[in-house]
């Protein structure tokens, strides 16, 4: 990390200061603070007396941050998804101030005390017009599946702190922040990390009866249909007609379902499989596959329009694609 000079590595926690740094330099450090912190991200001010102060330590696989801002607008785009090398879901809790989040068509505002998920395998955004402080916990995607049952379906879906089981996810998120730096074992650290995932597995288990699309059913449904689909996703059969069978509903409600989250059924199963494609990319352990083997093997039935797919996403063919310097989630 290329920011040594206002970092203060003093015990497990590592700070990083905007302070003493002049303000035209400020939004570049910044910059990098927040990306090396989080996901590659972008973040725009709208004064040179931007300040900002990052606190963050690891337990485990989880990484957890505190970020203190004055106004900005955070963003995750399309371009930076595709440098992604780790995928990560973070839980944003609110400390104090206000922040604006959009992802995926939803939109909501968050106050101290609620929680919300970000996917970092899609584009999304956060600002806030007055000073802020948030707590992120950065979950690597495969263990959050391993507790909250496909959480793709629930990114910023707001947790209220009128909620009994968010209360207590974000009690214990908050205290173990101001505890965690006495955690010097790995053993004791996983499970603790343990506690934590089952209290977020409990507060989001509290929402599959809230209105996500409009009534409770809708969400449930739809939350098994991307299972099915996450499932079957090699399947070159894996048409609309085939997910709706598999969900047991009809093709129109499977259609009018994706509709209400601003993306197709056959845009979604496709944007999923090219992302897969992009990750096997990426993987320098399976250099010797062959494009055409890769996209064989995530469902497209020919090379040309995998590749066509592929350069209309991500601007670039995968040949050349698989060349390029990726950005990890944690550098």
Request: proline share 6%.
């Amino acid at each position: 990390m290329n920011v040594p000079e206002r970092c203060d590595t003093a015990g497990p926690v590592r700070t990083f200061s905007t302070d003493g740094i002049a303000g035209g330099r400020r939004i570049e450090f910044w910059n990098e603070v927040v990306c090396n912190t989080f996901t590659p991200l972008t973040v725009n001010a709208p004064s040179e007396d931007f300040s900002g102060r990052m606190r963050h330590l690891e337990l485990a696989d989880i990484r957890l941050a505190v970020a203190d801002s004055s106004p900005a607008i955070v963003t995750h785009s399309r371009a930076q998804v595709s440098r992604c090398q780790d995928a990560y879901f973070m839980l944003h809790l609110q400390l104090s101030g206000q922040s604006f989040n959009r992802q995926t068509g939803r939109e909501t505002t968050l106050a101290p005390g609620c929680l919300t998920l970000f996917d970092s395998t899609r584009p999304y955004s956060v600002a806030f017009s007055h000073p802020t402080s948030i707590l992120v916990a950065r979950i690597p995607r495969a263990l959050m599946r391993e507790y909250v049952t496909c959480p793709e379906a629930l990114t910023l879906i707001p947790l209220p702190s009128s909620s009994p089981a968010t209360w207590l996810a974000a009690r214990f998120m908050r205290d173990l922040w101001r505890k965690s730096a006495q955690v010097t074992s790995q053993p004791a650290a996983r499970h603790i990390n343990e506690g934590l995932m089952s209290l977020i597995a409990a507060a989001y288990a509290s929402t599959r009866g809230a209105k996500v699309e409009g009534s409770p059913h809708a969400a449930v449904v739809r939350i098994r249909l991307l299972e099915h689909i996450e499932t079957n996703l090699r399947d070159p059969e894996l048409t609309p007609a085939a997910i709706a069978q598999m969900g047991h509903v009809s093709t129109r409600y499977l259609h009018l379902l994706f509709k209400q989250q601003g993306e197709s059924v056959r845009r979604y199963v496709q944007r999923r499989r090219l992302e897969e494609c992009a990750r096997v990319l990426r993987d320098r352990l399976r250099d010797s596959k062959s494009v055409t083997e890769i996209a064989c093997e995530l469902g497209f039935n020919s090379t040309s329009q995998f590749c066509r797919a592929f350069r209309e996403r991500y601007g670039v063919t995968p040949t050349e694609y698989r060349t390029m310097p990726h950005v990890a989630g944690c550098a």
